[in-house]
């Protein structure tokens, strides 16, 4: 395939009501979720996407009830702790934005060993964005230069001062669920992305999906401000 993004962002969106639809708890939309994270990652590889961030908390889902965080924190400590993950299985280097401090040290701990373990794997780089927003990126981007005493900053240097650091800044943004907003994920990054909202829930998004958001994408005519 030509003219593929490099890196894809993807809000994950509709865990919750692809689980209420079913009768069942919100925390089972979410399980499912996990495996449609694994589903892409493995398409991702074989699509030869270098870079996929996949939104998995924000800084505003701390508002919801603690018996649902904890759930998403219990589902991610397992999933990245087990032996065949998938990201050991198919060598996708895992990387992560936002700031992991108010997480469970156990949870932290988890992150940190499969970022070890994998971190010389260079087909595919799944990121995950955890207690991530684009305001805060951008904010603790902007005190990081004033502590290295910058008092006059350009687009490059903030750019460079953000989480994602040298990734670089995504093609393609894709929110599944049919709600149309960003919700604060990679705010500067995605000034000159492509964006697509597909209508499915999150659990049910696989190979098939992200395939047509691929041939959706490489159909767009992308100008940049210029004219072609
Ligand atoms: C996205 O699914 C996952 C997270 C925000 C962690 P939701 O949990 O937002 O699902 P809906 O939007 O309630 O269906
Ligand atoms: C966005 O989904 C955040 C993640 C996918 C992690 P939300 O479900 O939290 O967004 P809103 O509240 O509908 O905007
Ligand atoms: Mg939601």
Not at 199 to 204: E, G
């Amino acid at each position: 395939m030509t003219n593929l993004p490099m890196h894809i962002g993807i809000i994950m969106d509709g865990n919750g009501r692809w689980a209420t639809k079913r009768g069942l708890p919100r925390n089972l939309g979410h399980k499912q979720g996990i495996k449609a994270i694994e589903k892409t990652v493995i398409a991702c590889k074989k699509f030869n996407i270098k870079y996929c961030t996949f939104f998995a908390f924000s800084t505003e889902n701390w508002k919801r009830s603690k018996e649902e965080i904890d759930g998403i924190f219990n589902l991610l400590r397992e999933y990245l702790r087990k032996e065949d993950n998938v990201f050991l299985k198919h060598k996708i280097k895992v990387a992560s934005i936002g700031t992991l401090e108010k997480f469970p040290k156990d949870l932290q701990d988890a992150l940190y060993e499969i970022k070890e373990k994998t971190k010389n794997f260079n087909d595919t780089c799944a990121i995950f964005a955890l207690n991530y927003g684009g305001r805060d990126d951008i904010v603790r981007a902007v005190n990081k230069l004033i502590q290295k005493g910058y008092n006059k900053i350009d687009e490059e240097l903030l750019l460079k001062n953000l989480d994602t650091q040298d990734i670089p800044q995504p093609d393609l943004v894709i929110r599944t669920s049919g709600e149309m907003r960003i919700s604060n994920f990679l705010l500067y990054q995605m000034a000159y992305s492509e964006l697509y909202f597909p209508k499915v829930y999150w659990p049910d998004f696989n190979e098939r999906y992200l395939k047509k958001c691929l041939d959706i994408y490489q159909k767009r005519n992308r100008r940049f401000g210029g004219l072609n």
